[in-house]
């Protein structure tokens, strides 16, 4: 009696999971090449500066994303230099702020929690 219980269960889930979309909760992960910065780069501090990324094989629902972050890194990641810019240009300008340190830095950008890039390192004087 327990077995046919138990067979009974298995085939009933089976049935239950099979009948669920497969689409439901997929996210593609995504990483973006960013073109520029690149280790050519200075960025001057209080410059306007353009960070350039590669959207050739970006997913449909790459602009899906609501509120992108754009990070100067090794610098800490609660002062972001924008966000909330579109990703499908594949471009954002940003103002560098006077208050980093000079030295090498990259830039990452994180978009939804499952898109991110990291660029090439680059000089800030």
């Given at each position: 009696m327990?077995?046919?219980?138990?067979?009974v269960?298995?085939?009933?889930?089976?049935?239950?999971?099979?009948?669920?979309p497969?689409?439901?909760?997929?996210?593609?992960?995504y990483?973006?090449?960013?073109?520029?910065?690149?280790?050519?780069?200075?960025?001057r501090?209080?410059?306007q500066?353009?960070?350039?990324?590669?959207?050739?094989?970006?997913?449909?629902?790459?602009?899906?994303?609501?509120?992108?972050?754009?990070?100067?890194i090794p610098?800490?990641?609660?002062?972001?230099?924008?966000?909330?810019?579109?990703?499908?240009p594949?471009?954002?300008t940003?103002?560098?702020?006077?208050?980093?340190?000079?030295?090498?830095?990259?830039?990452?950008?994180?978009a939804?929690?499952?898109y991110?890039?990291?660029?090439?390192?680059?000089?800030l004087l």
């Amino acid at each position: 009696m327990i077995w046919a219980t138990l067979i009974v269960s298995l085939i009933s889930l089976l049935a239950l999971t099979a009948s669920l979309p497969l689409e439901q909760g997929k996210r593609e992960i995504y990483e973006p090449w960013i073109i520029s910065p690149d280790e050519h780069t200075t960025w001057r501090l209080n410059s306007q500066q353009t960070v350039v990324w590669d959207t050739t094989n970006a997913p449909p629902n790459f602009d899906e994303c609501e509120d992108p972050y754009l990070y100067l890194i090794p610098a800490q990641y609660t002062q972001y230099l924008t966000h909330g810019f579109p990703l499908s240009p594949g471009n954002v300008t940003i103002i560098v702020p006077g208050d980093y340190h000079p030295g090498q830095y990259r830039v990452d950008l994180m978009a939804c929690g499952y898109y991110e890039a990291t660029s090439q390192r680059f000089t800030l004087l």
